[in-house]
């Protein structure tokens, strides 16, 4: 056999290969589309740069970086929520991620006074008010601590959808949901080290204070303090990085991303809660009677179909991939369901990978696009039977003046074109 004749046979296998994968995963129109293009294409045929020249080593650059095709994969804020460098919202652009984990480089962050940066060797972490013991720890007394763990949890801004209340406001799932990241956390239980100092039976809120210029407190309930709390100094793998805390933030998981105390600094154990600045004048529930919900901490079930979205619009007709995010601060995602309609019908999506408690999930469900005009919804149950409701639904029981704790349905209308936009139904 020639050359010219194996190559032939080649691109014959590699064909009838691409058209039977295609159609094994239900993807029938589509391995119909690869298998008839007998058009040659460039990307194939023509040898390519990489194919010639020798790349630089990975020596030019130690700490690895994304490729530069993804340069546009990065966080983003809203000019006209951001008061300036030193108070900014930098949103997650979850539609371009996969799977479960945000990678350190692109996770929501927020700070109130810059972001602080510390030094690990003079940072110290003090426990003190209503306990036996006052005690005061080094970063190396930390990691010698027994109880060392990691677990994934995500971190949610309780205004994550805030913007949305008064109807669709911002076109972009990374603007609308993108307050929110999901992380491998290591680090200590909080119970551990508030059992080594002796809380007294007085004892039943902590104040968590941060070591940033803005001196970021919140108040926490002994209970969970107790539960599940952790003091983390690494996330995925490496150190915190500095917007996120390093190099010590605590972890509250399932409740709302403020109380999560960045370059955590002091633990104070009372009697009551202290009604700091950002558990009065902020992070309180206003209602339409002009009263304030507080202590509403835990992050309600949620979802969000982050494909396609504003920000990643369908492109081809035929079999797409629909894709999005669930989340829970009460428990794990049992279920999601798609609609396309606008909530007049529902099908189950396929939940991947492991629904774990208090982090992230992702969903999947296969569809056929022909150009029709489409209205995609996501509703997520979670381990309790709690159903995701609808925004309506939280209007008529929360009003339109709080900009907190919004997990209402989120809705995407995609044109016959492809293109998609943020809107409500009725």
Same mark, same amino acid.
């Given at each position: ?9 080649? =691109? ?5 290969? $691409?058209?039977? /994968? @295609? ?7 589509? +391995? !119909? ?114 109880? =060392? ?5 995500? $971190?949610?801004? /309780? @205004? ?7 109807? +669709? !406001? ?18 200590l239980p909080l119970s551990a080290l508030l059992n080594e100092a002796g809380v007294k039976a007085r ?224």
């Open positions: 056999m020639s050359d010219q004749s194996t190559a032939l046979s080649r =691109r014959g296998v590699l064909r009838a290969g $691409l058209a039977g /994968a @295609a159609t094994a995963a239900g993807g029938a129109a589509l +391995a !119909q589309a690869v298998a008839s293009n007998a058009k040659p294409d460039p990307a194939i045929t023509e040898v390519q740069d990489w194919n010639r020249y020798l790349g630089p080593g990975v020596e030019a650059a130690p700490y690895g970086k994304p490729s530069k095709y993804e340069k546009d994969v990065i966080r983003r804020n809203v000019p006209w929520l951001t008061a300036g460098t030193e108070s900014s919202i930098n949103f997650t652009p979850i539609h371009e991620l996969e799977g479960i984990i945000t990678p350190n480089g692109v996770c929501f962050e927020r700070h109130h006074g810059g972001v602080a940066e510390v030094d690990p060797a003079q940072h110290r972490l003090m426990i003190n008010g209503l306990v036996d013991k006052p005690l005061v720890f080094t970063m190396e007394d930390l990691k010698r601590f027994p109880g =060392r763990f990691s677990k994934p949890y995500f $971190l949610e801004c /309780a @205004a994550n959808g805030g913007m949305e209340w008064k109807g +669709a !406001q911002l076109n972009g799932v990374q603007f609308t949901h993108g307050m929110i990241h999901n992380v491998w956390y290591t680090g004892g039943k809120w902590v104040l968590a204070e941060g070591a940033d210029s803005a001196a970021m407190t919140r108040s926490i309930p002994m209970q969970k303090a107790l539960d599940d709390c952790m003091v983390a100094w690494a996330m995925n793998g490496e150190a915190l990085r500095a917007e996120q805390g390093y190099p010590l933030r605590l972890v509250v998981p399932g409740w709302e991303g403020n109380m999560w105390v960045k370059w955590l600094r002091r633990l104070e154990v009372g009697d009551e809660p202290w009604a700091q600045r950002e558990e009065t004048s902020k992070y309180t529930d206003l209602l339409a009677d002009g009263k304030a919900r507080r202590h509403t901490w835990v992050m309600d079930a949620k979802s969000v179909v982050t494909n396609p979205s504003p920000q990643k619009p369908l492109k081809h007709k035929g079999p797409n991939v629909l894709s999005g995010l669930a989340w829970s601060g009460r428990g794990s995602i049992r279920r999601v369901d798609v609609s396309i309609d606008g909530g007049k019908n529902w099908r189950q999506a396929r939940i991947d990978g492991p629904a774990l408690p208090l982090c992230l999930t992702r969903f999947y469900l296969d569809i056929d696009w022909n150009g029709q005009e489409l209205m995609v919804q996501s509703r997520a149950t979670d381990s309790t039977g709690y159903v995701q409701p609808t925004k309506d639904a939280l209007r008529k029981v929360r009003g339109l003046n709080s900009i907190y704790h919004n997990n209402g349905i989120q809705t995407w209308l995609v044109h016959a074109n492809g293109e998609t936009e943020n809107v409500e139904v009725s």
